[in-house]
Each structure stands twice: as structure tokens, then as C-alpha cells.
T-cell receptor
Framework: ETGVTQSPTHLIKTRGQQVTLRCSSQ?????VSWYQQALGQGPQFIFQ???????GRGNFPPRFSGLQFPNYSSELNVNALELDDSALYLC?????????????FGQGTRLTVV | DQQVKQNSPSLSVQEGRISILNCDYT??????FLWYKKYPAEGPTFLIS?????DKNEDGRFTVFLNKSAKHLSLHIVPSQPGDSAVYFC?????????????FGQGTRLTINP
């Protein structure tokens, strides 16, 4: 067990709705990264937060946004959901800005958009 | 633009034999390579890594080889055990506006047959 927990584990939303996914980081970790894993693909980097500020972003539109809180837990928000947003969303926590061997992934949130 | 590629979607190996998983990359700026293992309904779990300045790293039954000139790395598992059956992801660390994101391959499903 990694100590990184995500909620909810499964979620079904309707196209056009908004969704908030949550991640509780491993104790002592101040960096969180979010990834989207579509079926049959590897995880794709969405963005990273370091000490409550966005610290890099992948090729995702602005309707994907995030927050990191003082206790280093994090949220991923997606507005105006599209069918293609259906995927497994993973968060990974680490200490410091470098994604190295000490990055731990949560079990993921399975989002289905209908 | 797939910077990290795992060209074999699946691999089947007999228990006790060697499993060899392959990964190719295109970006020469990657400085660190990692292998993750993923079971269903769980997040990726770190397995082994290698720095771009090395050509081999060994940890028990797992060895990763890096050929920088060919932009190729491989994971060797010897001997293979039934518990090794999982999806294996190759990942490379690269910078995005200061963030060290991980770029993942598509994954290879390894099945170890008794």
C-alpha cells in the first residue's frame, strides 16, 4: 500500500457536467501529479502541483484544472465533460519537484462519461 | 507523438523462464527511465529504474538495460513467477516547464504460464 488514496473509486457523469476528483498524498510529500489513462494506453501527464502552485502542464485544455491544499491533498476538476474524458485518473505524490523513484501512485478513479 | 513506445501489447512466458520486455524512446533529453507494474484495480507500482548515465541496473530478479545509442531499454525478469503477471509500463522522465513529468509507454501485458 502506497499511502496515496483517491476518491471516489468509480464515477459516472453525463456529458457537459463537471466533476471533482480527490487525492490524499503520502505523508511528507509536497508534490502531486495527475495522469489520465485511457483504455489500452499508458498514463498521460495532465499537470503537477508543488507547494500549492501549478508546476507544469501537459497537453490538456483549460477545462482541466487543479488545486493543491496546505496539507498537500489535491483536487482535479474537469468542466464541460466530454465522452473522451472517460478514463482512469491517477494521482502520484512525491517529495520535491523531481518525479523519481519515490513517486507513489494511488489506485485511481475510474470516470465514465455518458 | 509517442515519445515512449512499447511495441508488444502482450507477452506470454513459461514459469521459470526469462521474460524480456522492450521499450523504445525518441527524446534524447530524457534523463531517467523507470519501469512500473500494474495490477487490475490498482495504481502503477514502481519496479526498477536506471539513470541515463548507466547501461545496467539490477535488483534481485529484475534487471534493466539501457542502450542510449539505440534509444532502447529492456526489462529482464529471471526467473519469471506467476505473480509477475501484470501490465508493465516503461516511463521516461522529462522536463515540462520545470516539472519533471513521466512519459509512459502503452504498456505490455505479461502473462506467466505455470
Amino acid at each position: 500500500e502506497t499511502g496515496v488514496t483517491q476518491s471516489p473509486t468509480h464515477l459516472i457523469k453525463t456529458r457537459g457536467q463537471q466533476v471533482t476528483l480527490r487525492c490524499s498524498s503520502q505523508s511528507g510529500h509536497n508534490t502531486v501529479s495527475w495522469y489520465q489513462q485511457a483504455l489500452g494506453q499508458g498514463p498521460q501527464f495532465i499537470f503537477q502541483y508543488y507547494r500549492e502552485e501549478e508546476n507544469g502542464r501537459g497537453n490538456f485544455p483549460p477545462r482541466f484544472s487543479g488545486l493543491q491544499f496546505p496539507n498537500y491533498s489535491s483536487e482535479l476538476n474537469v468542466n464541460a465533460l466530454e465522452l473522451d474524458d472517460s478514463a482512469l485518473y491517477l494521482c502520484a505524490s512525491s517529495s520535491g519537484r523531481l518525479m523519481n523513484t519515490e513517486a507513489f501512485f494511488g489506485q485511481g478513479t475510474r470516470l465514465t462519461v455518458v | 507523438d509517442q515519445q515512449v513506445k512499447q511495441n508488444s501489447p502482450s507477452l506470454s512466458v513459461q514459469e521459470g523462464r526469462i521474460s524480456i520486455l522492450n521499450c523504445d524512446y525518441t527524446n534524447s533529453m530524457f534523463d531517467y527511465f523507470l519501469w512500473y507494474k500494474k495490477y487490475p484495480a490498482e495504481g502503477p507500482t514502481f519496479l526498477i529504474s536506471i539513470s541515463s548515465i548507466k547501461d545496467k541496473n539490477e535488483d534481485g530478479r529484475f534487471t534493466v538495460f539501457l542502450n542510449k545509442s539505440a534509444k532502447h531499454l529492456s526489462l529482464h525478469i529471471v526467473p519469471s513467477q506467476p505473480g509477475d503477471s501484470a501490465v508493465y509500463f516503461c516511463a521516461a522522465r522529462g522536463g515540462v516547464q520545470g516539472a519533471q513529468k513521466l512519459v509512459f509507454g502503452q504498456g505490455t501485458r505479461l502473462t506467466i504460464n505455470p
